[in-house]
């Protein structure tokens, strides 16, 4: 499983990723996000070991490709005198919430059994990551509207 995983997050960081435009880099992070959760829900959900193979390698796709788009974000919006620490944090944060993950995660399969906790570690970011594009999606309508008002007050 791990193996699958593993595989497709290389597959997701070297074939997919480079094809979001610069504009898309945070909605195609979150969009992967998604995607990643889905995978692993998908794959607890599964009772037959090859298709819960195919979902992981699903969801390593898209965790490789989210991967390459927030370091990508990070380098594109952080300035070059900021960028060692912003990246340091990120990391940072991402190492210690994968500690906390598998801590929480032995003892959700301890309490559930392996395919329940599965499903729930996917549909937990998949949820956060749903939210966030819908944020992110207001955010943009709310900052185009804001623009053409401004343009049309300007053009009188």
Known sequence: MLSSWTLGMAVGAAA????VSAGMLAAGALVAVVLQGAGLAASGL????WTALIFFAFGGVAHGAKNALLRTLIHERVPDALRGRA?????GARNGAELGALAI???????LGA???LLVSG????AIGL???LLLTMRRRAAAAATHHTAEVMTG
């Open 46 to 49: 599964s009772s037959v070991l």
């Open 16 to 19: 997919l990723a480079h094809r």
């Open 131 to 133: 939210a966030c594009l």
């Open 123 to 126: 549909i937990g970011p998949a």
């Open 115 to 117: 395919r329940p906790a």
């Open 105 to 111: 995660g032995g003892v959700v399969v301890g309490v």
């Open 87 to 91: 990246f340091a944090a990120y990391n």
